[in-house]
Structure formats: structure tokens, C-alpha cells
């Protein structure tokens, strides 16, 4: 067999010789067949990539080479059309950078990015032949379904030249990231020309919303108004709480320099001209005085669209003058397609008589309200609570019980100075039903005030008071506040106003201090849930910050933990009229409140003056305020004076932080 087997071998070689033999001695040629061309090396998605990838998942993608003898592989690149955001990774981030061939790589995207989507190419490169490559387009996806319909805005603070900035308008939000339309109206100082404007309206032609994995968003909302930046856009932050609301920050642009917070509201009934009783607070500047203001009261429609004067009251206090129990009358516009009526108010005895709002509805109880004159009167900005089947029921000091927690921020009249938010006014008190105010404790700051011998005014004391339902049936509250322990310096018997709104709501409030702790405010009292008061989970907040040299202001998200007594989250803010975005915040407070639900802690955060002293104020289990209290601190005076609030926050997504 092995013979055979190398007969058979060499036969063909026998044969070879054979025929180059006949060739030599043949006059025919024969060329030479060409060797089979080399197969190029080839590269593909096995199998195909995704087209999109939620924000807050992730993507695989498999490349496999082909006809590569050195079985060198692939190599990954990543691209987006973003521009520079101060992150390490503004496009995402691949998991190699090389992989052999068919083993996949994972694409993480951003935390967050502007807009409402964000192209990204993944490019997959032959190792061996970089010119044999494969592009794969993604989109990722934020979650700006959760927010669709149509939302009231409404912000307000002050720009860098310490003149106030008032915000109030509707956008419509389609779900997908765009806005398809809304309107405006603003009071600021515009700088071209160089004047006050009270009530600029503005039609918002458009913009686009972002809403990312740990709760914060953005808002660009575009108009024609060259004013108010570039191209008209003006930029926003937010912190998710729900379908129905966000917590927002005004953001400085290229011609505002501004600073400012608010909220921003799910519009949920049908725009039907509101009816019955109103209670209302307003606060800003008189403009024909150039002095800080606040007043509020009732405002019944006790017609369609009118005002007569029945059940109606106001009360005003503008720079320390104080008017009490002014009548009256009015009328309500029916609203247009985004539900803003205008509110005209005829109050002889206020200090500029005739005022004009401009009121956004939110559903059939709340209206946020801005001033709109467009004559200069005045610039304020404020909230209605409707009465509802309330009005005309408040009848005697009966109607007014319970335990109420109020937050009142405020303008310090010392000196005649004008600094919005340089008082600060939070505190608890019971109402017993027959007139009288008990069970009562305040943390009140005045920035400038100097009656107590330090630079600034720190009353962190218990309280009584008497009250009394005046005009009864309307809901008007007059409430003196006296015998604090312990007593400021020459007494302290500051004038609280309050307006029910009925029906378990909270009342609305006018606050106004007297000849030697001079200030005025607006702000709301909430009734306070039964004990036991928590504070632990996942909430949004809101803050702001002054000294009369610097404006902070600002909102994120929160986690306090019970157990521990902590707290920890993000701000959107504008320190001192300059975004500071991403910025970590910490806070401590005592696990278990006292008996009117008040804990002492700390809160450090992206301010000039921090860490700082605060104590937190439970309306219940999930809402709240918190009011800085180291003003006048003996061995570290801060000078400044802070209010925040919270409340709670629901993940944008299952899993979400």
C-alpha cells in the first residue's frame, strides 16, 4: 500500500514534466493563469445597533471582522454634536475602546445634556484596515413624557442691579421635548433702553425642555424679544416633583443678569372664568414711590365678571404705612386660550388706587397672579386662592382653629433700604377657636435692623396673640402678635393678616412689623398635620439667599435620611447672578422635632456664607420650611438671611435616583 501510494503521488509530476516536454517543442504558447485576487477585509454591526437608548439606560453594540488573518479586532470611537458642559464625558461613554472581534461594547450615556434629545455616532473601525468602518446614529432620550400638557410659570427675584424680576406665563409642553406655544408677561429692568417695564407681554413662539435621570431639567423658551437674550431665549432650571409641578430657577442670560425661583404648575381645568371668593397676596415695589409694597385681601365675583364690593376687603402696607380694611370693587376678564383673565381692582385707599393683574389659572382654586399695569404703578407679583362654597361663611373668630406653620419672605424697612428677601419670617402658632393665639414660636430676621445693638435683627422666640374675624363672612383675619420670650429690645408686636380660603386650604399672609422692627411681607400659613412629624426620602427645594450685596437663588433635588439626621442633594443656582450648575449640597437636622415640629440643623451648600445655622419647620411628613439663624451669631455673625422650602419629589423613573 505504501507503494501505491507514492506511485500515485508521483505520477502527477510525471505528467507535468510530460507536457512542459510538448510545450518546449510546440510552436503554440500558452500563458500563465493569474493568481485569484486577495478578499479585503470587511467590518458589521451583528446584530444591528439600536436607534435610541433611554437616558437612563444602555446600549450594546457587536462588530465582527471579517477575512482579517491577524484577527486584530475593532476600535471604538464616540461623537456628539455637544459642546464643552465642564463634564468629563458631555457625549457618554463607551466601555473599551478596543474588543476583539464579535465581542460587544456598552454605551452609557450623559446624566444630562440641553436640549430634549442628544445625537450620538458610535463609529466601530477594522483594527487591521481603519479605512473598513461602521457608523451607528443613536438618539438618547431624556424623559419629557412625564411633563406634557399645558403649565403656569411663575418666578420672581431681582437682576444684579438689585431692581426686581418678576415672571409669570404658560407653556405648552407636547411630551417630546418641544414647546409648542404659550405667552408671557414679565416686569424687569431691560436694559435697551435702559427702563423699568411693568407688564411686557410676550407670545413664546417655541423651545425645548430636557428632563434627565436624577430628577433636574432644563427650559428654553424662545420668544422675539431681543431683550430678554440671545434670539429671545430665555433659560430655566428645574427639579422634578411630579407630572403635575416642577420647582424652577430663572437662569441668568446674554442681556439679563437675574436671578430668580418659582414653580411651575400642570394646568388641569378647563379655563371657565373663575367665580366666588378670591384671597390674594401681592408683594414687590410701588413704582411711582420707588418703595417696597405688599397687600392682599379678598376679592369676591359675586357676578359674572364683576366685582361688586360685597364681601370684598383689602390691606395694604407700603414702606411701613399700613392701610387696614379698604373696600373694593372690580372686574375679572374671561380667559383667553391659555387661561390668563385680567383682574382690575379699584382700592381708593390703596396707595395707587387702581391696580391690573394679569391671572394665570392652574386648576379651580389657584390662580398665580403678576401685576401687568403697562403704566408703571407698580411691580408685584403674588397667589389667589379661591373660597369656592367657603365664601361668605367665615363669620365669627370660630371659623379660624388649628395649628398653622407660615413662611414669609419680606422686605427689612430699616433705613428706607430695598432688598427683596432681607426678612425672613417662619414660625407656628395655634388658633383656638375664641380669639386667641397660643402654643406660638418664630424665627424672624431682619438684615439691616439694628434695635438690638448688632448689625441685623435675629427674633428666635415663643409668642401669644389675640385675633379677630373682621368683616364677618368675607374671611378677613386681623392678628396681633405679642409677649415674646424672650422680648426684643423696646417690645416687638408685629401685625399679621391673614385670609382664609376654607376647606382645609391654607390662609395667605400679610405680614408688617412695627416702629422698631420695621418690615413687610407675603408669604402663606399651611395647617400642620397631627404628630408624629417625619422628615426622611426624596424631596425637591428651593432657596434663596442675600446680604444686600449678593442674590443667590436656586432649587434641586434632595434626599434627607431620617436614621441619621442628614441631608445631601444638587443645586441649579445662580450664585450671585452667575449660574453655578451641579453644585453638591449637605444639611443636618435633629431626627426627632420638638412639639410645634421645629429642628435645629445646619445646611452647607454653594453659598458665599456657608455652612449655616437653620432650623426646619414640618408642615407635615413631606412638606416644609427652613429659615438660616446665625445672622447675628455671637462668635460668627453671617449677615445674611435665608428661606428655603420643601417638598416632596417623585423619581422620573423607576430606579431613578
Not at 397 to 415: E, I, K, W
Not at 421 to 446: E, K, M, P, Q
Request: net charge negative.
Amino acid at each position: 500500500m505504501a507503494t501505491r501510494q507514492w506511485i500515485y503521488f508521483l505520477l502527477p509530476a510525471v505528467m507535468l514534466l510530460l507536457m512542459a516536454g510538448c510545450s518546449s517543442s510546440s510552436s503554440t504558447s500558452v500563458q500563465n493563469q493569474t493568481a485569484p485576487a486577495a478578499t479585503p477585509v470587511t467590518i458589521a454591526f451583528k446584530p444591528a445597533p439600536p436607534a435610541s437608548v433611554a437616558i437612563n439606560a444602555t446600549a450594546t453594540l457587536t462588530a465582527v471582522v471579517t477575512n482579517d488573518p491577524s484577527n486584530s479586532g475593532v476600535d471604538w470611537s464616540l461623537e456628539c454634536a455637544l459642546p464643552a458642559t465642564g463634564t468629563s464625558s458631555p457625549c457618554g461613554s463607551l466601555s473599551a475602546s478596543h474588543t476583539a472581534s464579535g465581542t460587544p461594547v456598552t454605551y452609557t450615556p450623559p446624566t444630562t445634556f440641553p436640549g430634549s434629545s442628544l445625537p450620538v455616532t458610535i463609529l466601530a473601525f477594522a483594527t487591521a484596515a481603519h479605512t473598513q468602518n461602521v457608523v451607528a446614529g443613536l438618539v438618547v432620550t431624556g424623559f419629557a413624557a412625564m411633563l406634557k400638557g399645558t403649565y403656569v410659570l411663575q418666578a420672581q427675584g431681582m437682576d444684579s442691579g438689585f431692581n426686581p424680576y418678576q415672571f409669570a406665563g404658560v407653556v405648552v409642553l407636547d411630551g417630546k421635548g418641544n414647546i409648542a406655544s404659550g405667552e408671557q408677561i414679565l416686569n424687569f429692568f431691560d436694559p435697551n433702553p435702559s427702563t423699568f417695564i411693568s407688564g411686557k407681554a410676550d407670545a413664546i413662539t417655541g423651545g425645548s425642555y430636557f428632563l434627565g435621570i436624577d430628577g433636574r431639567g432644563t427650559l428654553n423658551i424662545n420668544t422675539t424679544d431681543q431683550d430678554l437674550g440671545t434670539n429671545g431665549t430665555e433659560l430655566f432650571t428645574f427639579v422634578f416633583l411630579s407630572s403635575s409641578q416642577t420647582l424652577i430657577t430663572a437662569l441668568p442670560t446674554s442681556t439679563l443678569s437675574i436671578a430668580a425661583t418659582g414653580t411651575m404648575d400642570l394646568q388641569t381645568s378647563s379655563v371657565t372664568a373663575p367665580t366666588a371668593g378670591y384671597a390674594f397676596v401681592m408683594s414687590g415695589t410701588d413704582l411711582y414711590q420707588g418703595v417696597p409694597t405688599a397687600f392682599g385681601g379678598i376679592f369676591n365675583i359675586d357676578s359674572p365678571n364683576i366685582i361688586s364690593g360685597n364681601g370684598s376687603v383689602g390691606d395694604q402696607n407700603i414702606a411701613g404705612t399700613i392701610t387696614d380694611s379698604a373696600t373694593m370693587t372690580g372686574t375679572v376678564s374671561p380667559p383667553d386660550p391659555y387661561g390668563a383673565v385680567t383682574i382690575t381692582l379699584n382700592i381708593p385707599l390703596f396707595s395707587s388706587g387702581l391696580y391690573t393683574f394679569t391671572g394665570y389659572i392652574v386648576d379651580a382654586t389657584h390662580i398665580k397672579l403678576i401685576e401687568s399695569d403697562m403704566s408703571g404703578i407698580g411691580s408685584t407679583i403674588g397667589l389667589a386662592i379661591g373660597q369656592g362654597s367657603a365664601t361668605g361663611t367665615f363669620t365669627g373668630d370660630s371659623v379660624f382653629s388649628g395649628t398653622y406653620v407660615f413662611g414669609v419672605p419680606g422686605q427689612d424697612l430699616t433705613f428706607g433700604t430695598y432688598f427683596p428677601a432681607s426678612a425672613t419670617s417662619v414660625g407656628v402658632f395655634t388658633a383656638d377657636g375664641a380669639g386667641n393665639i397660643t402654643n406660638a414660636i418664630t424665627d424672624t430676621f431682619l438684615q439691616a435692623n439694628q434695635a438690638e445693638g448688632t448689625a441685623g435683627t435675629q427674633i428666635s422666640a415663643s409668642f401669644a396673640g389675640l385675633y379677630s374675624v373682621t368683616h364677618p363672612g368675607d374671611g378677613h383675619v386681623r392678628a396681633a402678635f405679642n409677649h415674646f420670650v424672650p422680648e426684643p429690645t423696646g417690645s416687638f408686636t408685629p401685625l399679621f393678616f391673614l385670609f382664609l380660603t376654607g376647606n382645609g386650604n391654607p390662609a395667605l399672609v400679610l405680614a408688617s412689623g412695627d416702629i422698631n422692627y420695621g418690615f413687610l411681607g407675603a408669604g402663606i400659613a399651611y395647617p400642620q398635620a397631627a404628630a408624629p412629624l417625619t422628615f426622611g426620602g426624596t424631596y425637591g427645594i428651593d432657596i434663596v439667599q442675600q446680604n444686600g450685596l449678593l442674590f443667590d437663588a436656586g432649587e434641586g433635588p434632595m434626599t434627607a435620611t431620617a436614621s441619621a439626621g442628614t441631608l445631601s442633594g444638587l443645586l441649579d443656582f445662580d450664585a450671585n447672578f452667575l449660574p453655578a450648575l451641579d453644585t453638591p449640597f449637605t444639611g443636618t437636622f435633629a431626627a426627632a422635632p420638638d412639639a410645634n415640629g421645629r429642628s435645629a440643623g445646619t445646611f452647607t451648600g454653594p453659598f458665599v456664607y456657608s455652612p449655616f445655622a437653620a432650623e426646619y419647620y414640618a408642615i407635615d411628613s413631606g412638606h416644609g420650611f427652613f429659615v438660616e439663624t446665625d445672622l447675628t451669631n455671637v462668635i460668627a455673625p453671617t449677615g445674611t438671611v435665608s428661606l428655603g422650602y420643601y417638598t416632596p419629589r417623585t423619581p422620573a423613573c423607576s430606579g431613578c435616583p
